[in-house]
């Protein structure tokens, strides 16, 4: 009797452990699931590309980005001038400066007469330029030469850029010799990707003992074989009457080169007159010029 009430607590105590542990089981188990849950949300909030971030980071990433914006070297643009010469305007670009200078070596009745030469051109705005010539003789005698001032504007382009048409007024300070104003217009047809027709016409007066009337026509032709060379051959008459008058004939022939987009290297040779004593006198010109953007 006795041995079988044991047995009997014995099972009731068993029974109720039993149900007690699987009742704590069951509360443990809804808790670690929510645990499992957050952590997956919070990992797949991290990796979700669509998802925005609050205001206070979006405010330090925009702080970030405006100091590193501030810290960058400025950029100076390039001038946008075409490299190939038969593609280029007749007038520089606005704001842009183009110094030269010049190595001058003329051979005039026997006697050689070094020079050099500065001068700079200015685009001032869209289709205007000005600009001057210093030239300086350094032998046999050292002074300074007749300094040439000029402003360009250019009409156009016409024809799909083809045709190119500049008026220019140029004033020659007379430091050696007389004062001289001539208006002329240039003008540049491009017909092929490596010909051009180039040339123009002027009219002006030099104050000489007498005044003389100028009448210039002058023609030539542009070619470029490759992007960076380029040759000119141009021919001109001039007219100068005075009580009298006489013609002039001048003929000169150019090579260009490019060095990079804004410097050119050149050569340029010829006769200031091959009518009359001028075919004694030839000139030959070295000299470079860098357009830089202001």
């Not at 998802?51 to 950029?75: M, T």
């Not at 004062?179 to 002329?184: H, K, L, Y």
């Amino acid at each position: 009797m006795k041995k079988s009430l044991s047995l009997l607590v014995a099972a009731l105590f068993l029974a109720s452990f039993s149900a007690l542990a699987q009742d704590e089981g069951e509360e443990s188990a809804p808790a670690e699931e929510t645990k499992t849950e957050e952590g997956e949300k919070k990992e797949g909030d991290a990796a979700d590309p669509w998802s925005v971030p609050d205001a206070a980071e979006k405010a330090d990433e925009d702080k970030k980005a405006e100091e590193a914006a501030a810290e960058e070297p400025e950029i100076v643009t390039p001038t946008g001038y075409p490299t190939a010469e038969i593609d280029r305007p007749l007038s520089l670009p606005k704001m842009t400066l183009e110094p030269l200078g010049e190595f001058i070596f003329s051979r005039a009745y026997e006697t050689n007469i070094i020079s050099l030469a500065l001068g700079a051109g200015f685009g001032i705005i869209e289709n205007l330029e000005a600009g001057l010539r210093f030239p300086l003789a350094l032998s046999p005698d050292f002074k300074a030469g007749d300094m040439p001032i000029y402003g360009l504007y250019e009409i156009g382009p016409f024809m799909d850029d083809s045709l190119r048409v500049a008026g220019r007024l140029t004033l020659s300070l007379p430091l050696q010799t007389d004062f001289v104003v001539v208006a002329d217009a240039p003008v540049k047809f491009k017909f092929h990707d490596m010909f051009a027709a180039i040339g123009g016409v002027g009219l002006g007066l030099g104050f000489y003992n007498d005044t003389a009337f100028l009448i210039n026509f002058d023609m030539g032709a542009l070619v470029q074989p490759t992007e960076t060379l380029a040759f000119e051959l141009r021919f001109g008459i001039h007219i100068l009457a005075s009580g009298g008058s006489a013609t002039l004939l001048p003929l000169w022939f150019r090579g260009q080169y490019t060095l990079i987009g804004d410097l050119d290297v050149y050569a340029e040779f010829g006769f200031q007159d091959l009518n009359h004593a001028g075919a004694d006198i030839i000139t030959f010109f070295a000299g470079a010029a860098y357009r830089l953007g202001l």
